[in-house]
């Protein structure tokens, strides 16, 4: 049983910065994509970023040059640090695991943190 545990999020003003944790275990989680994604309401679920074993990274658009993608493979652990927040960061925040060569949106998935960026 694959399981994805998220820590961190919160609220912070405009500006600000926050840093999301995320521990999966078993071997489809350290052999392969870990990532972040997020959902504000009403809308769907998207990449904020992913990283491979090897550490190569993808980043949306809306993120690059604020947020950094990092992991940790002895430990199982991905972590997201958000600098520069903004409003429009605001949503619950997913880590998910993947093994390749499935697509992103599939693998598993943790429960969520909120992320609040107040104006």
């Known amino acids: 049983q694959v399981q994805v545990v998220e820590s961190g999020g919160g609220l912070v003003q405009a500006g600000g910065s926050l840093r999301l944790s995320c521990a999966g275990s078993?071997?489809?989680?350290?052999?392969?994509?870990m990532g972040w994604y997020r959902q504000a309401p009403g809308k769907q679920r998207e990449l904020v970023a992913d990283?491979?074993?090897?550490?190569?990274?993808t980043y949306a658009d809306s993120v690059k040059g604020r947020f950094t993608i990092s992991r940790d493979n002895a430990k199982n652990t991905v972590y997201l640090q958000m600098d520069g927040l903004k409003p429009g960061d605001t949503a619950v925040y997913y880590c998910?695991?993947?093994?390749?060569?499935?697509?992103?949106?599939?693998?598993?998935w943790g429960q969520g943190t909120q992320v609040t960026v107040s104006s």
């Open positions: 078993g071997s489809i989680c350290s052999l392969n994509v």
């Open positions: 998910n695991c993947r093994a390749l060569p499935l697509p992103r949106l599939s693998g598993y």
């Open positions: 990283i491979t074993r090897g550490g190569t990274t």
